[in-house]
Every structure is written in C-alpha cells, then in structure tokens.
T-cell receptor
Framework: DGGITQSPKYLFRKEGQNVTLSCEQN?????MYWYRQDPGQGLRLIYY???????QKGDIAEGYSVSREKKESFPLTVTSAQKNPTAFYLC???????????FGQGTRLTVV | AQSVTQLGSHVSVSEGALVLLRCNYS??????LFWYVQYPNQGLQLLLK??????LVKGINGFEAEFKKSETSFHLTKPSAHMSDAAEYFC???????????????FGPGTSLSVIP
C-alpha cells in the first residue's frame, strides 16, 4: 500500500543534541511538508519542498533543517538551536496539482 | 490573508446525538476546504474536501459538510455520534488561483470531540 512512513514513532533528545526525524513516501508525490503540532495550536509549518534539492522555510523554521536529496525522502533535523523542541511532528505530501495532503503517523519528540 | 476559525476547542455530545463542528474561514479567492480527523498519537486523515463542485460534501464515516460562501463557513456534521468519533478535528483552507502544492494550506486550531455514552 502507498503511504507516508515516519520514524521513529517516539524519540527522546538530550539537551544540546541534534536529532533527525525520518519521512519517506511511496506515493510519487512532488511536494513534502513538515509540521509541528502543539496542544491547542493546530499545525504550524516548519519547512516544505516542491522538488528535489529545493526547499523553503515555513512559519517556524528556526532551529530546524531539512534536505531533499530524493523525491521519496524529506528528513527533518531538530538542532540544538531549537529551544523548545518537545512536540508532535507530522510529515505530509501532495501531488503538484493535488488538493489534499496525506499525512504520516507522526513522531513524538521529547527532551529529557 | 487566509485564516481558519473553529468555534469551540472542546465539544461534547451524547452517543446518537447530532455532531456539529463549526469552521469559518477567510480567503480572498474561492478556496479549497478540508476537514481532517486525528486520533491520539496518530497522523491526520482526510474526512472530506470541497473543491468548488457541489456545496454539500459527503465524506467518510457518515460525515458531511456544507460550503456556504455567504457565511464563509464549512461546518462539519454527522446525524448520529458514535463512540468511535471521539477525536480531534481540524478544518483547513487552501487558496490560490491554480490551487497547486505551491499554495499554502492553513489549519484551524482544532476541535476535540468527546462522545458520552
């Protein structure tokens, strides 16, 4: 079945560490997105990418980095510069002319 | 600029009662509108979408929504709530002339639905 796979489902980070969240899709979608979800705040866009080797900052990109070396993959690195990284992270993808986004199952990141 | 408002961060209904979740939007061009559902610790799943065809849209699990341009609303309804409907619901709007992946999607803050047995 086609879909979006995020891993790991749960991730713990120590203060000062960088961690990388994986997102892989086999839907042949052009665009991929990373959202951060905090209670009561809905989804906020971190980064997005329309094509390979190109990506743009979203509304809350500070402290995060991404790469898009393959169409299927869009990993997100949460750097030590992100002061409050504890959140639920969601990856999504769409066709270029697709209406809706398809979401992965999410990664819950906790700072310990 | 586009925005989405969901009235009521928490809604409780009795099992078998009508579900009504409210969504209002602002958009400078005819929008695409979506309702997504999220169960605890899971991703978002599309319930239904409006893309400028019929104004009454039917989705999965018995949900439907009506696009009312004059009221800038896209409220979600279900005639009879089931226990399995307890979840977080998000309304979203996408605008832009071409409606491509380059057009931003704005999500509302979400409404948590509880179903009382």
């Amino acid at each position: 079945d086609g879909g979006i796979t995020q891993s790991p489902k749960y991730l713990f980070r120590k203060e000062g560490q960088n961690v990388t969240l994986s997102c892989e899709q086999n839907l042949n979608h052009d665009a991929m997105y990373w959202y951060r979800q905090d209670p009561g705040q809905g989804l906020r866009l971190i980064y997005y990418s329309q094509i390979v080797n190109d990506f743009q900052k979203g509304d809350i990109a500070e402290g995060y980095s991404v790469s898009r070396e393959k169409k299927e993959s869009f990993p997100l690195t949460v750097t030590s510069a992100q002061k409050n990284p504890t959140a639920f992270y969601l990856c999504a993808s769409t066709h270029l002319r697709g209406a809706e986004a398809f979401f992965g199952q999410g990664t819950r990141l906790t700072v310990v | 600029a586009q925005s989405v408002t969901q009235l009521g961060s928490h809604v409780s209904v009795s099992e078998g009662a009508l579900v009504l979740l409210r969504c209002n939007y602002s958009s400078s061009v005819p929008p695409y509108l979506f309702w997504y559902v999220q169960y605890p610790n899971q991703g978002l799943q599309l319930l239904l979408k409006y893309t400028s065809a019929a104004t009454l849209v039917k989705g999965i699990n018995g949900f439907e929504a009506e696009f009312k341009k004059s009221e800038t609303s896209f409220h979600l309804t279900k005639p009879s709530a089931h226990m399995s409907d307890a979840a977080e619901y998000f309304c979203a709007v996408k605008e832009g002339v071409e409606k491509t992946s380059y057009d931003k999607v704005i999500f509302g803050p979400g409404t948590s639905l509880s179903v009382i047995p």
